[in-house]
């Protein structure tokens, strides 16, 4: 079955640094979304996009964060300024545009800032 | 998109079926019931979805009441692999993201 591949696995980062995390969704795939899920809490919706922008985003994804899909198979989620409460397992997602299409999961990135 | 509830948590043994309940009484009628599992900290694995039938596939059935306000997935002969949060979704017909509540911790048992 195809995959979401997310890179790297793990980041570590000091507070105030920028972060890129990389995600490559399935190749026919149209929609992408960023989630995260801090230790022991539930899986957050982050953003959605869709034909280049963002089509969707929660209260979380607040002025400090950037989505990109800079070239037709990567999708990226940049934080500016990373904060100590930023520290989570972020995921990306994609699915095709066909209405009650599934969404397919990456394994995830674990982001720790110190 | 309408609210779901589930049990914190369940166990069961392995071999048997595991029966996992989710209630949606406030489902509306172009709303779909989905079914997602993360094991261990993984990503969410995409299990079952469906309308008002009930639906099998190779991993799970789903079985809707007649009113659509509970359902529930089956896991036919459950392994010790299958142990994982497991959630319950409704999500509007064309609807974009998927809202994660806190889901079931099913425990596989030897």
């Known amino acids: 079955e195809p995959e979401v591949t997310q890179t790297p696995s793990h980041q570590v980062t000091q507070m105030g640094q920028e972060v890129i995390l990389r995600c490559v969704p399935i190749s026919n795939h149209l929609y992408f979304y960023w989630y995260r899920q801090i230790l022991g809490q539930k899986v957050e919706f982050l953003v959605s996009?869709?034909?280049?922008?963002?089509?969707?985003k929660s209260e979380i994804f607040d002025d400090q964060f950037s989505v990109e899909r800079p070239d037709g198979s990567n999708f990226t989620l940049k934080i500016r300024s990373t904060k100590l409460e930023d520290s989570a397992m972020y995921f990306c997602a994609s699915r095709t545009d066909r209405g009650n299409e599934k969404l397919f999961f990456g394994s995830g990135t674990q982001l720790s800032v110190l | 998109d309408a609210k779901t509830t589930q049990p914190p948590s369940m166990d069961c043994a392995e071999g048997r079926a595991a029966n996992l309940p989710c209630n949606h009484s406030?489902?509306?009628?172009?709303?779909?019931v989905y079914w997602y599992r993360q094991i261990h900290s993984q990503g969410p694995q995409y299990i079952i979805h469906?309308?008002?039938n009930n639906e099998t596939n190779e991993m799970a059935s789903l079985i809707i009441t007649e009113d659509r306000k509970s359902s529930t997935l089956i896991l036919p002969h459950a392994t010790l692999r299958d142990t994982a949060v497991y959630y319950c979704?409704?999500?509007?017909?064309?609807?974009?993201?998927?809202?994660f509540g806190a889901g079931t911790i099913l425990r596989v048992k030897s």
């Open positions: 469906g309308l008002k």
């Open positions: 996009f869709y034909n280049n922008e963002i089509s969707e």
């Open positions: 406030t489902i509306s009628g172009n709303e779909y």
């Open positions: 979704i409704v999500r509007v017909q064309y609807g974009n993201k998927l809202v």
